[in-house]
């Protein structure tokens, strides 16, 4: 699961700014969407491999854009989750200064190059942990076993409430913005179906359906913050 983007409410149904998404887009287009739920990796290899047509939320790079399309809908910035009595916070309020910083990580995701040296460098040491889930990462940091993990600001507000009794903060160490978009197939979908796709997000941008859907979701504040950038 990736909060707020897709998560599971008390009853196990699905829940996240990608089921707006997807039923809004749906709405528009009059496509029908079969939702199946993929780790990073597999969701990767799949759209690579012709497996899968669309996914609500991924972030472009060279390779990606080879068989995917990208839409961006909103932007966002990658923050460090730390425990608030981690050893790197006694050492540093940046545990990035901190040589001895363990890190957990997602398999599959692509932080950006603002990460990119700093995480080479702990795994040319032995100190990155990798795991299939970003909950289970933040579980790792949690009970003491990494000091640190990347998340996405806007999941900040839902992990912090889901530890409340673990108190963790974020760093922000001034990270680029990266674009959230909805990826579709270039390789089983026409371009008709791509110009349509981004016809419904450009107009649910400016009929309010987007910010609406973000606000179900996200705090007001960040809210303005994704879309406003994202302008």
Not at 175 to 204: E, N, W
Request: hydrophobic letters at 40%; glycine letters at 6%; charged letters at 25%.
């Amino acid at each position: 699961m990736l909060p707020p983007l897709f998560y599971r409410g008390p009853n196990g149904e699905g829940r996240g700014i990608e089921v707006g998404l997807a039923q809004e887009i749906s709405r528009r287009t009059g496509c029908m969407l079969q939702p199946v739920y993929e780790s990073r990796v597999r969701l990767w290899a799949a759209l690579e491999a012709s497996q899968v047509d669309i996914s609500m939320s991924g972030v472009a790079t060279e390779e990606r854009e080879r068989f995917a399309v990208f839409l961006p809908y909103m932007h966002f910035r990658n923050v460090l989750l730390v425990r608030n009595d981690t050893r790197a916070t006694a050492v540093s309020a940046n545990p990035m200064n901190d040589p001895d910083t363990t890190l957990a990580l997602t398999s599959g995701f692509r932080y950006g190059p603002s990460w990119d040296t700093w995480i080479s460098q702990l795994q040319a040491r032995d100190q990155v942990s990798l795991v299939a889930e970003e909950g289970d990462a933040v579980r790792l940091v949690a009970i003491g076993r990494a000091d640190a993990t990347i998340v996405r600001e806007i999941a900040w507000p839902y992990y912090a409430g889901q530890y409340s009794d673990r108190p963790l903060r974020k760093v922000d160490v001034g990270a680029s913005a990266g674009a959230m978009s909805v990826v579709l197939s270039r390789k089983t979908l026409d371009p008709a179906v791509h110009k349509a796709f981004a016809k419904a997000l450009s107009d649910m941008r400016a009929d309010g359906s987007l910010r609406r859907i973000l606000q179900k979701h996200l705090p007001a504040d960040l809210t303005d913050r994704v879309i406003e950038s994202g302008r």
